[in-house]
Structure formats: structure tokens, C-alpha cells
């Protein structure tokens, strides 16, 4: 007996759906740089909202307590540029002035770069474009100042946009504690990270500057600014600080090379568990495994959005198994 062909059908509804979930995922995919400028804006939010609030409990108005941290800020990014920038670029300079000298010294002459000598000598003025690029690019900082400043203000509003997310049953009771639980991670996530690149660029310069390696005020700057990469970080800045040790003696180099790993090992061992453990609380493994995807799916920027972004994932799936497993 043969066996009857089976009819597979398709509903109108079925297609239409098809249909529009396929044009919201390419409007996703269009606007996805807006997305991520938006992602970022939460972020921020999240780590300046707590101290807005604790002004505002002090009897300040939310608006001017988000004006004066902006102030202070600002303030702050001002003096620390007056103050490292002229440095920075002078012994950068003179670094790019000797990066020949120093790689045929590594190398002992095996590789010739006089070939690249122009390119070099040429590198402390594009260093100076990129600095004015940045500069040009203050509308945008300014829209995006503007963008987290209506998040903090709505913010005690935010758990109403995102009702139709959640149950029937205490819907704004649980919207209030999705958003207080991603406000505490995410900005718990971003202070302790603001205070491990301090504390890290600051124990390169003191190490560097007793150790007497060249150019310490740019090598504890970059120490301090590859910390936001979480592992890879670190080894990375203690790359260019070794050779430009080995360029001066090889015994400074190892010398250097322990400075580095004893300041790895002191931000894993002590500063890492105090400092991030409580506010991230995610395994070495899987921050590993998402800055190996963030990377390989949007470059460095991938890999230092890699972790809040994991963490914001993790807690919707939280939330979705507690509403939708644990209470049966």
C-alpha cells in the first residue's frame, strides 16, 4: 500500500509574519550602530544614575545633580589632559623618533627599517589629526551627554516603557527590579572598571619610573588604557614597555617583564575579586569566551562592549527563567 503524500500548508498569517520579522531584522541590522550608540548611553546611565540619586536624597534637583557630575567631569578630563597631554606627546614623539634604533637593537641589525623611517617620522602628526578628528567629533559627544541625561532623568519612568515585557501579574514591580538589577550590574561594571585602569596605570608609572624605563608617562597611559580589556589587556601593554627596556639594557627588559607580570598578578589575584568580582560575578571562561566573539564579531570595540553586554544578557534570561520556570 502505497503511502500517501503529505501536504504541507502554509497559512496567510504564517507569511505575513514571515514577512515582517524578516523586515524588522533588516531594520535592525540598519540601524544597528544606533542600537549600539544607544547600548553604550545605558551604560553610562547606569553607572551615574546611583550617584545622581544619593545628590538628589541630599535635596538636590535631578537635573542640576546631572549638571554638576557633567561639570565635574568635564572639569576633571580637562586638567588631566592639560596636565598629561604635552607629556604624552613629547615622549611619544621622541619614542616614534627612536623605534628604529631600538628594533635594530632587539633585532641586532637582522631587520632594516630604514625603509619605514618616513612612515615613523610621520606618526606624531597623524597622532596629532586623530587628536583633532576626536576634537571635531564634539557634536556628538554632546548629543550622546544629552542622550543620558534624559535616561537619568526618566529613569525612575524607564520601568513603564518596558510593562510589555513582562507578566500581567506585578508587572511595574518587576520591570522596577529588571532595570535595578541591570543598573547595578552595568554600572557596577563600569566604576570597577574606571578604578582598576587608574590603579593599574598608576603602578606602571611608579614601577617604570623606579626601574628607569624610558618614555613611563605613555607605556603607564597605555597600561592603564588597555585594562578595559579584560585578560588580554595587560599582556598586550607590556609588549612595547619590554622592548623599549630591551633597547636600554636586557637586564631591564626581565626586570621589566617581571614589573608587568607581578602587576598582572596582583590585579587578578587581589584587585580583580575585590574590585569587579561582586559587581560582574561571571567566570574567567565565559569572560573569555565573550571578548574572543566580541572581537571577532566588531573589532576592539567589540571586545570592550563584550562583557556588559553578556552580563545584560544574562540577567533577561534570568528574569525570563524566574517568570516562566522557577514559579511553576
Known amino acids: 500500500m502505497e503511502a500517501q503524500p503529505k501536504k504541507i500548508e502554509i497559512s496567510h498569517r504564517t507569511i505575513i509574519f514571515a ?12 540601524v544597528r550602530y544606533l542600537l549600539l550608540f544607544f547600548f553604550i548611553a545605558v551604560i553610562f546611565m547606569s553607572a551615574i544614575n546611583p550617584l545622581v540619586d544619593k545628590l538628589e536624597r541630599k535635596k538636590i534637583p535631578r537635573s542640576a545633580a546631572i549638571l554638576l557630575f557633567y561639570i565635574l567631569t568635564l572639569a576633571l578630563i580637562a586638567f588631566s589632559v592639560v596636565s598629561l597631554v604635552p607629556p604624552l606627546v613629547e615622549q611619544s614623539g621622541k619614542f616614534i623618533g627612536q623605534l628604529p634604533d631600538i628594533a635594530n637593537e632587539v633585532t641586532k641589525g637582522r631587520v632594516n627599517l630604514s625603509l619605514f623611517e618616513p612612515q615613523l617620522s610621520a606618526l606624531p602628526q597623524q597622532i596629532l589629526k586623530i587628536a583633532l578628528g576626536i576634537f571635531n567629533n564634539i557634536i556628538g559627544l554632546f548629543t550622546f551627554l544629552v542622550i543620558v541625561y534624559y535616561l537619568i532623568i526618566e529613569r525612575k519612568n524607564l520601568h513603564k516603557y518596558l510593562l510589555f515585557l513582562f507578566g500581567n501579574d506585578g508587572r511595574e514591580a518587576r520591570a522596577e527590579a529588571f532595570l535595578a538589577k541591570l543598573e547595578r550590574r552595568l554600572g557596577g561594571w563600569v566604576r570597577g572598571q574606571l578604578t582598576l585602569m587608574l590603579i593599574v596605570g598608576l603602578a606602571s608609572y611608579i614601577g617604570l619610573i623606579f626601574l628607569g624605563v624610558q618614555f613611563a608617562i605613555p607605556l603607564a597611559f597605555l597600561a592603564g ?6 585578560n588580554i589587556g595587560p599582556t598586550l601593554a607590556a609588549v612595547p614597555a619590554i622592548l623599549i627596556a630591551w633597547g636600554q639594557s636586557p637586564v631591564l627588559a626581565l626586570a ?11 590585579e ?23 571578548l574572543m566573539v566580541g572581537f571577532k564579531v566588531a573589532g576592539l570595540a567589540g571586545a570592550v562592549l563584550s562583557v556588559p553586554a553578556v552580563l545584560t ?6 528574569d525570563i527563567y524566574q517568570r516562566h520556570y522557577k514559579n511553576r
Open 19 to 30: 514577512v515582517f520579522f524578516l523586515i524588522f531584522l533588516w531594520f535592525l541590522y540598519k
Open 225 to 230: 588604557l588597555l585594562e578595559v580589556i579584560p
Open 256 to 266: 621589566t617583564l617581571a614589573l608587568y607580570f607581578v602587576v598582572q598578578q596582583l
Open 268 to 290: 587578578n589575584q587581589l584587585l580583580v575579586p575585590r574590585v569587579m568580582s561582586k559587581a560582574v560575578g561571571l567566570s574567567p571562561l565565559v569572560v573569555i569566551f565573550s
Open 313 to 318: 544578557l544574562e540577567i533577561v534570561i534570568s
